[in-house]
């Protein structure tokens, strides 16, 4: 563990060491229209701002309204984050959230996490993956039930046969993040027009001069993709197919509670988290059932009727009852479905495309955990012209191998 300590300290230093100066004015006159305000938007917003571009993000709907809406927003970087370079760059993101949320006003729950396993018979698999995650910097450990009781008093960990506790972790409010992110860049001069929607795209000689919009044209030397998972953007307006696949996935937050649980508890069958506003959040790792494709056809965000919406809310919430029996008398207060932004490969694709150089891509799942660093890195080539060595594996012009992993 002393090995873990050491390794967190030495990884927060580099990262300090290598943050922008908020004082870099290095943009200074670059125009940059971001499209989409999720939380992936608004970190490269609030980046590009401080190093002096002029920024304008649109979206067509508004801020956070659609998988930064729907998030669990758990901040990780736990063993499933693979391989090594992946795992890094959440590594950064978790790390950068210690040091932005005070400066920007997120409200984070640390306290780590805890997954718990089910079938017997992993215990070699499961070892192995703690052997890895404190070799790269986790304190993560197979938790005894003593422990456990003084970790969630509250919980019931008797049907799982181990329980990995990785303590970095956190989690957020998905949408007051993404606010944060805006109303700082606002602040230092960043325009946020909505609703806006993205309809094309001016070149001349190949570089982008304008784009359009459905309230008129915006003058631009480069445009920002933050589209999340909408299809058919990259095609419509980078001139290139970025590859994506659906993968809907179901939200609920209560209303405020009582506390019950500590840390994220990620379970077979359902997650759950209780924000410090004591809104205590669910989600399910199966998006909806096969037999709902027709009502998911046209990717809505909402269910049909409040009264299908409170089924799978139920659903989620007995399943969470197995762990947390107290959990009753719940009032639901959002139940929303989420299209998490999911390149075939399920990684992100980060870069300019490889058709047209001014539009820069960011698409990417795990962009609440990623949203920091990411914003930081794209703001960085873009006004730098420097490419980040951290995406170097992330770029839209990779071979993309299917994966059904997140
Ligand atoms: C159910 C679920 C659970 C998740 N859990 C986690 C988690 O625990 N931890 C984690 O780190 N990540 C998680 N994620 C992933 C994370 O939420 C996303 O990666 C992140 O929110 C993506 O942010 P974004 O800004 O790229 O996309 P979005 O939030 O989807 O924003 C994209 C925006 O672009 C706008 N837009 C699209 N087209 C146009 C256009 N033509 N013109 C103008 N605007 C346009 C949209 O209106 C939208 O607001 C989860 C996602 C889901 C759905």
């Known amino acids: ?18 943050a922008l100066a908020p004082e870099s004015r290095a943009a200074e006159g670059l125009r940059v229209v971001v499209a989409g305000a999720g939380i992936i938007g608004a ?8 190093a ?12 956070a309204s659609h998988a930064s809406r729907a998030s669990f927003a758990w901040i990780n970087a736990t063993w499933s984050k693979q391989p090594k370079s992946y795992h890094a760059l959440n590594q950064a ?20 996490s805890l997954e718990g396993i089910a079938d017997a018979g992993r215990e070699r698999e499961v070892a192995a993956h703690v052997v890895e995650q404190v070799a790269w910097g986790e304190q993560t450990k197979i938790v005894e039930t003593a422990e456990l009781a003084e970790l969630e008093p509250k919980v019931d960990f008797t049907s799982l046969s181990q329980v990995i506790y990785s303590a970095h972790d956190g989690a957020t409010n998905p949408i007051a993040a993404t606010h944060a992110f805006l109303e700082a860049a606002k602040k230092i001069g960043a325009k946020v027009l909505y609703p806006c929607e993205l309809q094309g795209v001016s070149l001349r000689g190949g570089r982008v001069t304008s784009v ?31 590859p994506q696949r659906d993968s809907p996935g179901a939200t609920a937050v209560t209303a405020p509670m009582p506390r019950f649980v500590n840390r994220v508890l990620w379970m077979p069958g359902v997650h759950l988290h209780q924000r410090d ?25 909402d269910f049909p009727t409040r009264d299908i919406a409170l089924e799978h809310a139920h659903r989620m919430l007995v399943a969470a009852q197995r762990y947390v029996p107290d959990l009753k008398n719940v009032t639901f207060e959002d139940i929303v479905i989420g299209w998490r932004p999911m390149p075939v490969d399920g990684y992100p694709v980060l870069g300019a495309s ?22 930081e890195l794209a703001a960085h080539e ?11 594996e992330f770029r839209p012009d990779r071979h993309f191998v299917a994966s059904t992993g997140h």
């Open 1 to 18: 563990m002393i090995k873990a300590n050491v390794n967190r300290r030495l990884f927060l230093q580099l990262l300090a060491a290598t």
């Open 43 to 50: 970190s490269i917003a609030w980046h590009l701002a401080r």
């Open 52 to 63: 002096g571009a002029s920024v304008t993000v649109i979206d067509r709907r508004g801020p």
């Open 93 to 112: 993101g978790v790390a950068r959230w210690r040091l932005l949320q005070q400066e920007l006003g997120v409200p984070i729950h640390w306290g780590g």
């Open 212 to 242: 359009a919009t459905n309230g008129g044209d915006l003058p631009a030397d480069r445009l920002v993709l933050a589209t999340g998972a909408a299809a058919d953007a990259a095609r419509r307006f980078a001139d290139w197919d970025l």
């Open 277 to 301: 506003d004591g809104r205590i959040v669910l989600g399910e790792e199966d998006g909806p059932p096969p037999t709902h494709a027709d009502r998911l056809a046209g990717h809505p965000n």
């Open 354 to 375: 490889p058709a047209r150089k001014d539009v820069y891509l960011a698409v990417m799942h795990s962009g609440v955990t990623l949203a920091p660093i990411i914003g």
């Open 382 to 392: 873009m006004t730098e012209s420097a490419l980040a060595e951290p995406f170097r």
